[in-house]
């Protein structure tokens, strides 16, 4: 594991295997990081910005992907080189995985035809696509970039979180192949989709019901939950589920709430509600997390 400042901000590299490590860049800093790299064409590349924002630049600076706060950028090519030019912009995190694309194969060689651009069609092709960070997603990187553990299992640690992290990404269901599926050709549908999510989350404490919904965005039940599936990977319920539990999770972390407080946030009327489900989705009570964090 190395750990450098770069610009004022913190850089860390945790080599999982041979051909397979994880960047984990901070800028805390009020200036703009840059952060350089060499990556190969032979690898696959996955960056998450937690927050702020991060432009990938290439080509000598003709042309950039910008990702934003609580989305991904997926991006390989096997006929050119991919160095990571990185501006990262002041109060900005950013988690990277990068592998071989021959780790990455061997990962799904029993379901290759799972993932769009694994076919053999694809496999000698460019390719990327930028992608919002689930809930789930969400959880696993703030346990990457925030754990308290002795020195001798953070690599153990970390390397459990990437394949967690590498398995959430791609569990998007059978019939979710977001690049063919035609239901997403229609950009006004994702909007509707995206719409919906945004009600559910401004409404979370007293969410509307899904016919409530789908009549306030103008879209039938039907593509309504499809929608949501293909997009989010989660039915509308689910994810609100655990999108609540790290809103209360994160707002627990602060110390300025208690137990009954959150609760009531993010729709509980009684706190041993809000415990039974804060317990379901992390195996613990809120108390117990507080204090393995303090630990």
């Keep these: 594991m190395e750990v450098k400042n770069v610009a004022e901000g913190s850089f860390q590299e945790v080599l999982i295997e041979d051909g397979f490590y994880v960047l984990k860049i901070q800028n805390d800093t009020?200036?703009?990081?840059k952060v350089s790299r060499e990556i190969d064409s032979s690898f696959i590349q996955f960056h998450f910005c937690l927050k702020g924002n991060a432009k990938f630049v290439f080509n000598d600076g003709r042309?950039?992907?910008?990702?934003?706060e609580e989305n991904s950028l997926l991006l390989y090519n096997t006929q050119m080189d991919l160095p990571l030019n990185l501006e990262l912009n002041p109060n900005s995190w950013l988690v990277s995985v990068v592998m071989t694309i021959r780790k990455f194969h061997s990962l799904f060689s029993k379901e290759a035809s799972y993932i769009p651009f694994l076919s053999e069609e694809?496999?000698?092709?460019?390719?990327?696509t930028q992608e919002g960070v689930s809930p789930a997603i969400a959880v696993v990187l703030s346990q990457m970039m925030n754990y308290n553990l002795h020195p001798s299992i953070k690599e153990l640690y970390i390397k459990g979180k990437v394949?967690?992290?590498?398995?959430?990404?791609?569990?998007?269901g059978s019939e979710a192949d977001i690049e063919q599926c035609p239901f997403l050709v229609d950009e006004d549908n994702v909007r509707r989709i995206r719409q919906a999510k945004e009600i559910m989350i401004s409404r979370m404490a007293e969410p509307p019901t899904l016919t409530e919904l789908s009549d306030e965005i103008g879209l039938s039940l039907k593509k309504l939950k499809e929608g949501f599936k293909q997009i989010y990977g989660d039915s509308v319920f689910s994810f609100l589920f655990d999108y609540k539990m790290e809103y209360a999770r994160k707002m627990l972390e602060t110390g300025q709430h208690n137990v009954n407080e959150v609760g009531l946030k993010?729709?509980?009327s009684t706190a041993s509600h809000f415990i039974a489900a804060f317990k379901k989705k992390y195996g613990t009570t809120p108390k117990k997390y507080l204090m393995g964090l303090a630990n």
Excluded at 30 to 33: D, K, L, M, V
Excluded at 122 to 128: A, E, F, P
Excluded at 165 to 171: A, D, E, G, P, W
């Design 30 to 33: 009020a200036h703009i990081q």
């Design 63 to 68: 042309y950039a992907l910008e990702v934003s």
């Design 122 to 128: 694809n496999r000698d092709k460019k390719y990327y």
């Design 163 to 172: 394949y967690e992290l590498i398995s959430l990404y791609f569990n998007k």
């Design 266 to 268: 993010v729709g509980y």
